[in-house]
């Protein structure tokens, strides 16, 4: 049978080599792109000078290695190409997309008279731009609020827009000590400029509070953690506080650092200074993500020490290596028996990924133990703390930068990845010395540890030099309980809730502090017992409330910021406490169209046909361009 169906099979494939040969001309011609042309296909939509670079990286690599050089290349371009913002943007133009983009959205109410088919064709335009639309939780009226404004879309693209762009320097191998270390030179003047544009917005506001001081909003940040040296001095003050107890109790001290695996390395160094392209790296990883590694190892590890009885109390740093890339240091006290055990469980978690790898014993995670007798563990971390906010006194850093530039770039990472840098672990919180700082006075007879905390925080009278004890820390933890009171802690943060205000998106605000709050055990006689001898004393618990000192200021001069620039100025519904909205003016829509402040308030409400009602207003108005009535008014914050 076998035998009779070969020359079958040998005819059917000689009749269709002889159909391809007389049919041939008809046939269509297929012409294979070579790698170049294939390239320079991928790089022509973008900028010139991102052409450049991507073509300078698929160089380098195409020569030795064609499929990664093409992968790469193809990887990036998919990623860059899906930004709608142009790459080469500043941020005046992600500015105006934004704008454009919520007038879109805000059109959609004129032709969709139903919330949830509103929120849902504007969840859709949202997600067309690879950005995601508010959670479910958010209700139909906040929601569609906040996609119709300006500042909502302003921050989404900003953040893709930069994270994106410094995502694909690290790639490109732009990101490392023998070029632009931490972050790229681009990241860097867009925070500056950033920076620049904030300070001035402060310094040409001014407000009044009703004692009749006046001040820029400048000079207030200047008096927060907002101001580095604070934040600088205060992050010290904490940790020789609790380097203090740890003495007095008999405690040890650690130094940890723990690093990522290769994987999430872009650049290798070789011999100290060489620096390379990591053969291993997985072309994917970014900071944030590196960082989000981390913070589940950690969570791992602290669920362990909660389940063997192993407390810790401490600090946690986060800074960049010299390629972007995150890594911890830990300053973490301990009982003397539990050192061991903190080693194993942190060894045991940080080597959980990839720990067969090449260096990964060595260098994954590192442990110093602090030797009381050779010096401070605060002075050994200081300079961690100092090269992470300002670069204060700290010369060069490891890389022989200067700190004090270096420090902006630092900054311009974290900022651009979203990533916290410091860190307290363990002990009482810190919201709650902050606010004791603005109780003026106690009132008579108030709980021995209330006093205490309360002289603790009152202490710190320099911002720079030997003034600056640590003994306010060390005794503000002793009146919250000690290191291991968790959150048991004795004096909290009191809140009240204002249903009258709302936020931007017509929700309520949250609930702002305005004292401490704390429980104390006293002794009492009743009045029907004061015949008695001895006099009998009747333990009872006494709710204690102390109203911290707070200024309401008035903004008087700066340049009106509007909550929908292409609408109106919104000075009813501030976004913060802080509204600059002073007077009237501003630009309106398309030919001045402007909105009184019921009109602004319809927009946030529940009742979808209140929002429905505005926007045919707003574009009615907008189409005659025919200016509505607005009244003029002054905002009232709270700082």
């Known amino acids: 049978m076998q035998q009779q169906q070969q020359p079958a099979g040998r005819a059917a494939r000689a009749r269709c080599a002889a159909f391809h040969l007389t049919n041939s001309r008809d046939l269509p011609v297929l012409k294979f792109k070579s790698d170049l042309e294939w390239m320079a296909e991928r790089i022509a939509p973008l900028p010139t000078k991102w052409q450049q670079r991507l073509s300078r990286a698929w160089q380098a690599t195409h020569a030795t290695d064609p499929f990664t050089a093409n992968t790469v290349l193809r990887l990036q371009t998919d990623r860059l190409g899906a930004l709608r913002v142009p790459l080469d943007a500043g941020d005046a133009e992600i500015c105006a997309f934004a704008q454009a983009q919520a007038a879109r959205c805000a059109d959609l109410a004129t032709r969709r008279h139903d919330a ?10 949202v997600q067309r731009f690879a950005l995601a639309p508010p959670a479910d939780k958010v209700r139909d009226g906040p929601a569609i609020a906040r996609m119709a404004c300006p500042l909502w879309w302003r921050r989404k693209l900003r953040r893709q827009h930069g994270r994106a762009i410094e995502s694909a320097a690290i790639v490109l191998g732009l990101v490392h000590k023998r070029s632009e270390i931490y972050c790229s030179d681009e990241t860097l003047r867009r925070r500056q400029q950033q920076n620049r544009r ?65 994987r999430m390395h872009p650049h290798r160094t070789v011999g100290g200074w060489k620096v390379e392209p990591n053969p291993r790296y997985d072309n994917e990883s970014t900071p944030r993500t590196a960082q989000q590694y981390l913070a589940k190892v950690w969570a791992r590890i602290r669920a362990q020490f909660k389940h063997q009885a192993t407390p810790i109390y401490g600090f946690r740093i986060a800074e960049p290596q010299h390629d972007g890339t995150p890594h911890w240091h830990l300053l973490v006290f301990h009982a003397p028996d539990d050192a061991e055990a903190i080693r194993s ?24 133990a602090i030797d009381w007798a050779k010096g401070s563990a605060a002075g050994y971390i200081a300079k961690y703390v100092a090269k992470n906010i300002d670069g204060y006194a700290v010369g060069d ?14 900054e311009a990472w974290a900022t651009t990845w979203g990533i916290r840098q410091f860190q307290q672990v363990g002990g009482p919180p810190v919201g709650v010395w902050r606010e004791l700082r603005r109780v003026a006075a106690l009132p008579a007879g108030a709980p021995e540890h209330l006093v205490k905390a309360h002289n603790a925080v009152n202490k710190v009278a320099l911002i720079e030099g030997k003034a600056n004890q640590s003994v306010a820390w060390h005794h503000y933890v002793q009146a919250q309980g000690g290191v291991f009171c968790g959150r048991n802690y004795a004096i909290r943060l009191d809140f009240i809730t204002d249903d009258t205000r709302k936020n931007r998106y017509g929700e309520a605000s949250a609930p702002r502090p305005v004292g401490v709050s704390t429980r104390a055990l006293e002794y009492y006689t009743p009045a029907h017992m004061a015949h008695m001898t001895p006099l009998p004393q009747i333990p009872r618990f006494v709710h204690w409330e102390i109203e911290s000192t707070r200024h309401v200021w008035t903004i008087v001069a700066g340049k009106a910021k509007p909550v929908f620039e292409f609408l109106a100025p919104a000075s009813s519904v501030p976004w913060t406490c802080v509204n600059n909205c002073t007077d009237g003016t501003g630009a309106g829509f398309q030919g001045g169209a402007e909105l009184d402040d019921d009109d602004r308030r319809a927009m946030h409400h529940d009742e979808f046909g209140r929002w429905a009602g505005w926007a045919e207003r707003l574009h009615a108005a907008a189409t005659a361009k025919q200016p509505l009535d607005k009244e003029k008014g002054a905002a009232r914050l709270q700082i």
């Not at 949830?116 to 335009?125: K, Q």
């Not at 850093?397 to 902006?408: I, R």
């Open 116 to 125: 949830p088919a509103l929120r849902a064709a504007m969840s859709a335009m």
């Open 198 to 262: 904030n300070a001035e917005v402060l310094a040409n506001t001014k407000a009044v509070n009703e004692l009749g001081q006046e001040f820029t909003l400048a000079e207030l940040a200047a008096k927060g953690p907002a101001n580095k040296a604070i934040k600088r001095a205060e992050l010290m003050t904490r940790i020789a506080g609790f380097e203090r107890i740890a003495r007095e109790l008999g405690h040890g001290g650690l130094f940890i650092t723990i690093t990522c695996p290769s």
């Open 345 to 368: 469980a942190i060894t045991k978690h940080a080597m959980r990924d990839s720990p067969d790898e090449p260096g990964a014993h060595a260098h994954r995670c590192d442990f110093r």
């Open 397 to 410: 850093d490891l890389h022989g930068k200067p700190a004090l530039e270096t420090s902006a770039r630092v």
